[in-house]
């Protein structure tokens, strides 16, 4: 989201949310102190390209205030100023209007993995399997890695049912023992030979 400033109406010791976190009466109160002028707009301050000030008395440019006017200049040089009333344009979407629609495809394409595989998705088995499946696929599972990662404190980030090795989503499904035990068995069930593996998506295949 941006602000179009205008070059009229708006208090110019006020702008705030397109050039910092504070109104500039707060972040340069010696400059505010010393103009003639508090409510003075925009366009009281802006003749061309220039910025025009009116201060009550002299300013050094060696001098703290000084100081506080180069930096506040330094801030404002960049501000585009248009001859129209102030308005929001929405940065996500091509038209500059606000959409939920447009915000949740522009989050998607931020924070979604499109991954190098399709997402699989089985009739044969509940949803849950489904989910819980390609959560695994993109290692979005919280195992104790991925919480440790995300400033979880764990007394351990080892495997509880093993205590071998890390446990991530790999360890979890393939290489822990308890894991392995649950696949001999299986395959055996089925009268199988196990298949050789090291990740979840050559589990998949």
């Known amino acids: 989201m941006k602000r179009n400033i ?38 009281d301050r802006r003749v061309g390209d220039n910025w025009v000030w009116n201060w009550s008395n002299n300013i050094r440019p060696e001098s703290r205030i000084g100081s506080q006017l180069q930096n506040m200049e330094s801030l404002i040089h960049h501000l585009h100023l248009v001859n129209s009333e102030d308005k929001w344009s929405w940065d996500l979407g091509p038209d500059g209007v606000f959409s939920e629609a447009g915000t949740r495809r522009a989050l998607d394409d931020h924070f979604l993995d499109d991954g190098d595989r399709p997402t699989r998705w089985s009739r044969l088995v509940p949803i849950k399997v489904n989910i819980l499946t390609w959560r ?49 068995n299986t395959f055996r069930w089925i009268d199988m030979a196990p298949p050789m593996y090291s990740s979840i998506n050559e589990l998949l295949e």
């Open 6 to 43: 205008g070059n009229g109406e708006n208090t110019f010791f006020w702008l705030d949310q397109w050039v910092g976190s504070l109104p500039l009466m707060v972040a340069y109160p010696r400059l505010y102190a010393l103009e003639v002028n508090k409510l003075c707009s925009i366009a």
């Open 136 to 184: 695994a696929c993109v290692d979005r599972l919280p195992t104790r890695v991925n919480l440790v990662s995300k400033g979880i404190d764990l007394p351990s980030s080892l495997c509880p049912m093993c205590n071998n090795q890390v446990e991530v989503v790999s360890h979890i499904f393939i290489h822990c023992d308890v894991a392995r035990y649950v696949w001999e």
